[in-house]
């Protein structure tokens, strides 16, 4: 197991090289990058972003003067290009692309990401200054709909076909063709002050007076905002859970190793889960990663917004919306090296459910 770990932490190299490699060259063949959003401040233009330093970004090139060079950007005429080399300088695009992404590679293996082109923050800051709500959003979300979606998709396999089957499918069924974010409004509108009842509140993840509360209602305020959030986010993954670990089980139990358990005299739960629970699990493990990163990268943007949550989400959308690069690709690389190790202890799951997987026999 040891070499097929190594092998597999190895393989990320190329993997995250590959992706970053593609992005890069997505991303810089978009249009409206960092240097044209500054030329369109400087030509009184409003982009709805602000520059990496505030006012010593401006003074930084305000005392180049007007002329009637042309260039490569948009919006540019009638600049002194020595002002366009300035900005470009001021935002590394100097330099050949490829040496942009050589450089960006050698900071990297360091997690080294630069600092953003228009927060006065390091991009690593921004990062840790927003993780914790994203994980918070992440993990309590996945946490509940593990718990409430595999017993009940136990019960609906033992269950197939009865009454209490048909009414939970159709709930959830109703739960699946609502959107995260209309469940999030819904939410809202009954439970925070919308229209009808005002029980949790609406925004952030703690109250203004945090610090002064006692632990203990540190603990009852943390969970009082982020109840909403997590159901709102937890609504649609909970459906496709709870019906996949229902066909996951009732496919074990028409095994005939099921049959022959049964014939031997076992009780029912000794079938269940002494047998069945085993193989029966290993798609649902199998799936953990993919919710995590469905949650984090995709998932919680919506909800982070309605709810005015300030997490990884919304700064991975903002950046690319402002073309604040290092931003992009700084969230990028850790997602990503997020997924595959995700991944990796996926497959370390699958060994620890069921020891007869041995996938180092099957890569040889």
Do not use: C
């Amino acid at each position: 197991m040891a070499a097929y770990i190594i092998r597999r932490l190895l393989l990320m190299i190329p993997t995250l090289f590959g992706i970053m490699l593609i992005n890069f060259i997505i991303i810089q063949a978009a249009p409206g990058g960092p240097v044209e959003q500054m030329i369109a401040q400087l030509q009184g233009l409003d982009t709805g972003v602000g520059t990496r330093t505030g006012s010593s970004a401006s003074g930084e090139i305000s005392s180049a003067s007007s002329g009637g060079g042309s260039s490569q950007y948009r919006g540019a005429q009638g600049l002194d290009p020595e002002l366009i080399e300035r900005i470009e300088k001021m935002y590394g695009f100097d330099k050949p692309a490829y040496e942009r992404f050589g450089e960006m590679l050698i900071n990297y293996a360091t997690f080294d990401f630069g600092d953003s082109f228009f927060k006065d923050k390091s991009v690593t800051e921004l990062i840790v200054d927003k993780l914790p709500v994203s994980i918070s959003l992440g993990l309590w979300s996945t946490l509940l709909m593990y718990l409430i979606s595999i017993p009940l998709g136990i019960k609906k396999a033992i269950r197939h076909g009865s009454t209490f089957d048909v009414w939970t499918s159709s709930v959830i069924i109703v739960g699946y063709a609502i959107p995260g974010f209309l469940f999030a409004i819904m939410l809202i509108v009954f439970f925070a002050g919308g229209t009808y009842l005002d029980w949790f509140p609406l925004r952030g993840l703690t109250s203004p007076n945090f610090e002064e509360l006692s632990n203990w209602g540190k603990v009852k305020d943390y969970f009082w905002h982020i109840s909403l959030p997590v159901l709102a986010l937890s609504i649609g993954g909970f459906a496709t859970l709870t019906m996949l670990t229902k066909n996951s089980f009732l496919d074990e139990i028409g095994k005939q190793y099921v049959l022959t358990a049964r014939a031997k005299g076992l009780a029912p739960n000794q079938v269940l889960y002494g047998h069945v629970f085993r193989n029966a699990m290993l798609i649902i493990i199998a799936g953990l990663p993919a919710t995590l990163i469905g949650i984090f990268l995709t998932g919680s943007l919506l909800i982070e917004v309605i709810f005015s949550l300030d997490g990884l989400g919304l700064l991975s959308f903002e950046s690319a919306l402002n073309r604040d690069y290092p931003v992009v690709f700084g969230t990028l690389f850790m997602f990503t090296l997020l997924g595959l190790i995700l991944k990796l202890i996926s497959d370390l799951t699958y060994v620890l459910v069921d020891p007869r997987i041995d996938f180092e026999s099957r890569e040889g």
